[in-house]
């Protein structure tokens, strides 16, 4: 029995899909899937039920799921020992991020504060989807994330940085159209939303949801920082983070339409099963600091 496997079915069993655990532990699907089978041969149980093309837990699967967990967070704890042994913290911090701006997420302060207090660690950032974000530090590929919902994230350790309220923001000559109309009209207007597993796809889908709708999506960017470009430009309705809808609204770039928000929070997460993790502890205390 190897570590790499026992993290392998740890990851596969909490997102429920061996495709999204390989894209999390970089690795090819065949690759987790053999991982899966030799750890099953080496205990000598099957671990999931591939049923009816569905992959779902045994009971001997669902009982040793705890003690794996367990077992992953004993040897983060054990790499994390013999670090302080070799004095001062040193590695790679991957840090997750929304698709919003750095001044925002206080990505410069961060950095500084990794160049100043942790002279021997390098920071790496990644900008996924809040989806994307939350698997890969599930699986253990990013030390941490900054992510962004109405929520908090399921089964992992977080801390609320600060609320965030998003508004509907429409270009003016579409708002015209709004005068007289209601919930129907707004969503038949055509809108620019996220990614798909997106914090603004999300909220966008949950506005319109609690009105028995969907809005009508004519573009989809990638990029969520700059969905206010193509509000800007005349071309689709967007949701935009108050720091960024009212200043427009100001600026005449815009109109917001009512009193509409949708309120979520700013959270920051990470592993619990690498609580002990000198890097982990190293940049929660940051984050602690920057966001204080």
């Given at each position: 029995m190897e570590l790499y496997q026992v993290r392998a079915f740890v990851v596969v069993a909490r997102l429920g899909h061996v495709t999204k655990a390989a894209d999390a532990l970089c690795v090819t699907q065949p690759a987790v899937t053999a991982q899966i089978k030799a750890l099953e041969s080496s205990l000598g149980v099957a671990l999931f039920d591939r049923a009816a093309g569905r992959l779902t837990l045994t009971r001997a699967g669902d009982k040793l799921l705890a003690q794996a967990e367990a077992l992953l967070a004993a040897a983060e704890g054990l790499r994390g020992e013999a670090r302080q042994m070799q004095g001062e913290v040193a590695g790679r911090i991957d840090l997750g991020l929304p698709?919003?701006?750095?001044?925002?997420?206080?990505?410069?302060?961060?950095?500084?504060?990794?160049?100043?207090?942790?002279?021997?660690?390098?920071?790496?950032?990644?900008?996924l989807t809040v989806g994307q974000l939350l698997d890969q530090v599930r699986a253990g590929a990013l030390t941490g994330a900054l992510s962004i919902s109405v929520h908090p994230p399921r089964d992992l350790q977080w801390?609320?940085?600060?609320?965030?309220?998003?508004?509907?923001?429409?270009?003016?000559a579409m708002a015209v159209e709004m005068r007289r109309g209601g919930w129907r009209v707004l969503a038949a207007l055509p809108w620019v939303?996220?990614?798909?597993?997106?914090?603004?796809?999300?909220?966008?889908?949950?506005?319109?949801?609690?009105?028995?709708?969907?809005p009508n999506v004519a573009l989809r960017s990638e990029d969520t920082s700059a969905l206010e470009a193509f509000v800007r430009a005349g071309s689709a309705c967007a949701l935009l983070r108050d720091e960024v809808a009212l200043p427009g609204v100001e600026r005449q770039d815009w109109v917001v339409w009512g009193h509409v928000r949708v309120d979520a929070q700013l959270y920051y997460c990470s592993a619990t099963e690498r609580a002990g993790d000198p890097l982990v502890v190293a940049l929660n205390s940051l984050v602690r600091k920057v966001w204080a």
């Open positions: 698709g919003e701006g750095t001044e925002f997420l206080r990505l410069g302060p961060l950095a500084s504060g990794v160049r100043s207090d942790l002279p021997l660690v390098e920071l790496h950032t990644h900008t801390q609320a940085l600060r609320s965030v309220s998003y508004r509907v923001a429409m270009p003016t939303d996220g990614a798909v597993d997106s914090h603004v796809h999300q909220m966008l889908r949950g506005l319109f949801e609690q009105q028995g709708l969907a």
